[in-house]
C-alpha cells in the first residue's frame, strides 16, 4: 500500500485571542496526518449549560470553516465537551448539542458540506481542572478533527 499524506485538522474551538497553532505528524495506519492543532489562552466558546455559540465561537468557527474548504473530500468528527458541573446524562447531552450546534453552523452558515459525525464527551476528556472557573470555560468547548 501506499503511504499517504493526508491533511488533517483538529481545531479546538475556544478563541481568537491568544491563539497559536502547532503541528505535528500522528500516525495512524498507512497514512500519516498532519494534524494543526489549536490552542487559546483566552475563550469563552460557549456559556454556562448554553449550546448556542459565542460571537467569539463564531468567529473561531469561519476560521475553521475556510480551512475545512480546501478539504471537501474529507469528513470531520465533531467532539462537543462541558465542565464537571451538574449531573452527567446532562452533560453528556449539553456536549452532544454543542457540536450539533458547530455541525449547523459549518453547514448552514458557512457552506460545509463534508460528511460529519457528531459526538458528546460530557466532562470526560476536560482540557482544563474543572477546579477554577477558567478550567471549566476552557472545558465548554468542541473540537473538529478532519479524516482523509
Known sequence: MKKLIVPAL???????????????????GDATKVATI???KEAVLFEFDRAVLTAKGQAVLRQAAEQIRRYPHA?????GHTCSMGPLEHNMNLSLNRARAVQRALQTTYGITNQMTVV??????????????????????VVIHMHN
Open 38 to 40: 489549536r490552542t487559546c
Open 10 to 28: 483538529a481545531v479546538c474551538l475556544f478563541g481568537l485571542v491568544g491563539c497559536s497553532a502547532a503541528k505535528r505528524d500522528l500516525n495512524l
Open 75 to 79: 469528513t470531520l468528527t465533531i467532539v
Open 120 to 141: 458528546g464527551r460530557g466532562p470526560n476528556e476536560p482540557a482544563k481542572s474543572n477546579d477554577t472557573l477558567a478550567g471549566r470555560q476552557a472545558n465548554r468547548r
